[in-house]
Nanobody, 124 residues
Framework: QVQLVESGGGLVQAGGSLRLSCAAS????????MGWFRQAPGKEREFVAA????????YYADSAKGRFTISRDNAKNTVYLQMNSLKPEDTAVYYC?????????????????WGQGTQVTVSS
């Protein structure tokens, strides 16, 4: 079983930056393909970014390209999401999870053991 704890969220003005962290327990973290998703009030959870086991491949939603960067430090069992040029529409609870099942990397169906999430609020 994997346990995840997200942190780093907060209130920021439009144009600002935040760095989210996702700390994982378990000795097999370095083997996981990891994803970041977000969920705004009244909306479905949506894909933001993903990274393969060694960081060699990264994937982004169109809304995140050019502004967000996903990275990982396997020695620290942590995956990060650097978010720059934040917009009010980025406001959501951000979650990370390992991709444990088949399916597209941008679908929640392949992911499990979601963390509790961290709130990001961007004011205009």
């Amino acid at each position: 079983q994997v346990q995840l704890v997200e942190s780093g969220g907060g209130l920021v003005q439009a144009g600002g930056s935040l760095r989210l962290s996702c700390a994982a327990s378990g000795r097999t973290f370095s083997t996981y393909f990891m994803g970041w998703f977000r969920q705004a009030p009244g909306k479905e959870r949506e894909f933001v970014a993903a990274i393969n086991w060694n960081g060699g491949n990264t994937y982004y939603a169109d809304s995140a390209k050019g502004r967000f960067t996903i990275s990982r430090d396997n020695a620290k069992n942590t995956v990060y999401l650097q978010m720059n040029s934040l917009k009010p529409e980025d406001t959501a609870v951000y979650y990370c999870a390992p991709k444990l099942y088949s399916g597209s990397y941008d679908s929640t169906e392949g992911y499990d053991y979601w963390g509790q999430g961290t709130q990001v609020t961007v004011s205009s």
